[in-house]
């Protein structure tokens, strides 16, 4: 998790966005139940949050998935992970990042 800091260098406070990255190369699989999980514990907080797809060149049908499942989609050809992130990251409005990583298979059904 990344906090990011106001033009004075401090934190800009409560009622902030939450922004969750998430870096994806042909996840058309797992990425439905993936967004929807994460929109789930998101709306859970009753904060206020997005999520950004960074859609790394996929062939499949991520980007399309991402933006059903009411992600903003930013779209790269990258094929490294840390750029791919880093592009994310600088989507994103939110002054607290969230970056998704790979989890275990049933790490997501607490959320639900």
């Not at 042909?26 to 139940?33: F, S, V």
């Not at 994460?38 to 980007?63: I, K, Q, Y």
């Not at 992600?71 to 600088?90: D, P």
């Amino acid at each position: 998790m990344v906090r990011r800091t106001g033009a004075r260098g401090r934190s800009t406070g409560e009622g902030s966005v939450i922004s969750f990255v998430v870096p994806a190369y042909n996840e058309d699989q797992l990425l439905g139940r993936t967004l929807c999980a994460l929109n789930s514990a998101a709306r859970a907080l009753g904060e206020p949050f997005e999520v950004v797809v960074t859609d790394d060149a996929s062939t499949d049908r991520t980007a399309e998935i991402a933006r059903e499942c009411g992600a903003r989609v930013v779209s790269v050809n990258r094929r490294q992970i840390a750029a791919t992130r880093n592009a994310g990251a600088r989507a994103a409005t939110g002054e607290m990042l969230i970056f998704e990583t790979e989890m275990p298979g049933d790490f997501l059904a607490q959320f639900e």
